[in-house]
């Protein structure tokens, strides 16, 4: 027996959707991308979204549609997955990192206040485990210093900021829908804003950076004719993908769902031991528990995690603090500190948690990890 980290949940109708796709005159560039761009938009409240090939090429789209390039800084937390901070190396910018709040895992806002320059573009917060940030500080400092917002909500579909749906608060909201996000087209991303001028360019950089749109080329020559005015991507998705992911939709709250029952019991099972540190839900927040993440206070964490692997269960870390990869080192990061992300770090292991998780294994995950802790 093995129990992952994260895995999807595909059931018949996500079969057959995906299969009439295949039967159709469009695999892709179809009805079901614009369908499932408004299925996605409807229910976070955006006007606009634009479906890309994955959570990263939204990442990168978002960059670029903001102007990000040579000589911009853009800020984001340590402690997340390397594309928050790849996308701005993409557009020729440099990724500036912010530490953790200690109690939420998030980007702290006075630390992004902290690494504010003259050279500041913009603020990538990401929803960390699907826990919202503090938007309405991210928010007032965005404006007090003029820098876009462009969330990573790879892991926070469905997750709420004070009643609001993550997707209708900043300029841009880039999602993932790689099979262990909330919900799953193989391979997918996209890119939601309620600013019009965004969305066309984002749109743009989607294709080539190519139109056919009139009002937007210098001149027009006819039926064949098209313009390409931006240097773009192909970072179309499929309709094969977009069919997958219309049916997915129809069960996000479901998952969520789940997902909440699975976090309250963890909660309850790990509540009072002195060595684990649960995480905590943040008053006015609904998270998406994309992730649930234990830290192991006063004891080994390898040696925990080891046990665990051994014993069948496939915890996980995240994150390695990004400026901590070779990469980064090599590229001027070697002097950068965050302390609350490495000790945060150094504690952190990943529980199983989907909305496939049988009771049964919840109930194996929480003896092993209580076993664990001997
Ligand atoms: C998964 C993920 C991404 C990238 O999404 P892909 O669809 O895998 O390209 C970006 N940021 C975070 C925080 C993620 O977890």
């Given at each position: 027996?093995?129990?992952?980290?994260?895995?999807?949940?595909?059931?018949?109708?996500?079969?057959?959707?995906?299969?009439?796709?295949l039967r159709s005159d469009y695999l892709t560039t179809g009805p079901k991308v614009a369908e499932f761009e408004q299925k996605v938009a409807d229910y976070v409240g955006a006007k606009y979204a634009v479906a890309v090939s994955n959570g990263t090429a939204a990442l990168h789209i978002a960059c670029l549609a903001a102007g990000i390039g040579q000589g911009d800084e853009v800020i984001t937390s340590p402690i997340t997955f390397a594309a928050s901070a790849n996308c701005v190396f993409y557009c020729g910018g440099t990724p500036i990192f912010a530490d953790i709040d200690a109690e939420s895992y998030n980007i702290a806002p006075e630390e992004i206040e902290k690494k504010?320059?003259?050279i500041t573009k913009a603020i990538i917060p990401v929803h960390y485990t699907g826990q919202p940030c503090d938007m309405d500080l991210i928010t007032k400092i965005a404006k007090?210093?003029?820098?876009?917002?462009?969330?990573?909500?790879?892991?926070?579909?469905?997750?709420?900021?004070?009643?609001?749906?993550?997707?209708?608060?900043?300029?841009?909201?880039?999602?993932?829908?790689?099979p262990v996000k909330p919900i799953t087209t193989g391979e997918g991303g996209m890119v939601v804003t309620n600013n019009e001028e965004l969305y066309k360019r984002l749109v743009l950089f989607r294709s080539h950076g190519i139109t056919r749109d009139g009002e937007l080329m210098t001149e027009n020559q006819g039926g064949w004719y098209y313009q390409q005015l931006e240097l773009g991507y192909n970072y179309r998705i499929t309709d094969i993908s977009c069919a997958l992911g219309c049916s997915q939709m129809n069960k996000l709250d479901i998952f969520l769902e789940k997902?909440?029952?699975?976090?309250?019991?963890?909660?309850?099972?790990?509540?009072?031991?002195?060595?684990?540190?649960?995480?905590?839900?943040?008053?006015?927040?609904?998270?998406?528990?994309?992730?649930y993440v234990i830290q192991v206070i006063g004891k080994k964490r390898k040696e925990r995690f080891d046990k665990l692997r051994a014993m069948g269960i496939g915890v996980n870390v995240h994150y390695i603090p990004v400026y901590k990869h070779p990469y980064y080192q090599k590229h001027g990061y070697d002097g950068?500190?965050?302390?609350n992300a490495e000790e945060f770090y150094d504690r952190a292991i990943s529980l199983p948690i989907h909305p496939n998780l049988t009771v049964e294994q919840q109930d194996y995950?929480?003896?092993?990890?209580?076993?664990?802790m001997k």
């Open positions: 027996m093995y129990i992952p980290y994260g895995k999807q949940l595909i059931d018949e109708e996500d079969i057959q959707a995906v299969v009439d796709v504010i320059t003259k007090r210093y003029g820098l876009f917002v462009i969330e990573d909500a790879a892991h926070a579909l469905g997750a709420s900021y004070k009643r609001k749906k993550i997707g209708s608060i900043s300029d841009m909201t880039c999602f993932s829908f790689h997902r909440c029952e699975i976090a309250a019991r963890y909660d309850d099972a790990f509540r009072e031991i002195n060595n684990i540190k649960i995480p905590k839900q943040l008053e006015g927040s609904q998270s998406g528990w994309h992730l950068c500190f965050c302390p995950v929480i003896a092993q990890v209580l076993d664990s």
